[in-house]
């Protein structure tokens, strides 16, 4: 399946500023993830023929030009099934059509089959470009860093399952929504999974230590100057410790943690 990857300068604190629009197909084509009108992508969506427009999930920085892109080309407007208040909202557009993981939309001669992938986002979903294709992950990964699994929009247990199911699927190649390709895939997310592992172990001696509150804990658990990415640090602290709690690994109220096995 024919597959193009634009990089489109749009809002985003993501590394290098841009987020990755894709165009699926030829005659027939999917536009995933448009996040801003630019010349090129014009140019692109004109020569290709959409007829689909959806997006891997509805942070700003990926919906920005959905709307009037559905209006130029007439394209049906896909939208997750039982999100689609939370769709609307991000677009301004009314879905045509809703998907569910699993969900298989015909594309000229091939297909894109629909997975579940939340954790970065409650209504993330990454998307298989033909049998056995490479995977659009989305925000699940990329090649550099790591991804922001943030509270209350982020869910670090269905973040970290997602990235199980994707190293499981073993695509030849994972097509991120921000960044390079990854032509790694396993390696990448096995990457991920040890950065969390870590993360997680540092949360949990700040916890054993007597870190209580989420300040306490921040300034344990990263080793590293935060300056200008302290919310998105605190964001990942308040899902690991959610995860954490659900685990009965720590008590975590929201306010403070303490260990498991105690109670004050």
């Known amino acids: 399946m024919h597959l193009t990857r ?28 448009p996040a801003a009108r630019t010349d090129e992508l014009d140019r692109l969506v004109r020569d290709r023929g959409v007829e689909h427009v959806l997006v891997t999930h509805t942070h700003p920085d990926h919906v920005g030009a959905v709307e009037s892109y ?6 049906t407007v896909w939208a997750r099934y039982g999100r689609v208040d939370r769709f609307r909202e991000a677009t301004g557009v009314a879905p045509d059509r809703t998907f569910s993981p699993g969900t298989t939309i015909p594309l000229g001669d091939d297909r894109v089959r629909v997975l579940d992938a939340p954790g970065h ?19 699940c990964a990329v090649r550099e860093g790591s991804v922001v699994v943030g509270a209350p929009e982020g869910d670090m247990r269905a973040y970290v399952t997602t990235l199980r199911r994707l190293w499981a699927a073993d695509p030849p190649a994972l ?15 096995e990457r991920l999974l040890t950065h969390r592992k870590r993360r997680e172990g540092k949360i949990l001696e700040a916890v054993d230590s007597g870190g209580h509150t989420l300040e306490e804990i921040l300034d344990t658990a990263y080793e590293k100057d935060l300056s200008g990415v302290r919310d998105l640090a605190r964001a990942t602290v308040v899902a690991h410790l ?3 709690d659900v685990e009965g690994r720590v008590r975590w109220d929201g306010e403070r943690s303490v260990p498991a096995a105690r109670t004050d």
């Open 6 to 33: 634009l990089a489109i300068p749009v809002a985003t604190r993501a590394p290098g500023g841009a987020t990755n629009a894709y165009l699926l197909g030829d005659d027939s084509a999917m536009l995933v993830d």
């Open 70 to 75: 559905a209006a130029e080309t007439d394209a």
């Open 121 to 139: 986002a409650p209504d993330h979903v990454a998307l298989e470009a033909g049998r056995d294709g490479p995977i659009l992950c989305g925000d």
């Open 175 to 189: 097509h991120p929504g921000h960044g390079p390709d990854i032509d790694a895939p396993r390696e990448t997310l």
């Open 242 to 244: 959610e995860k954490l």
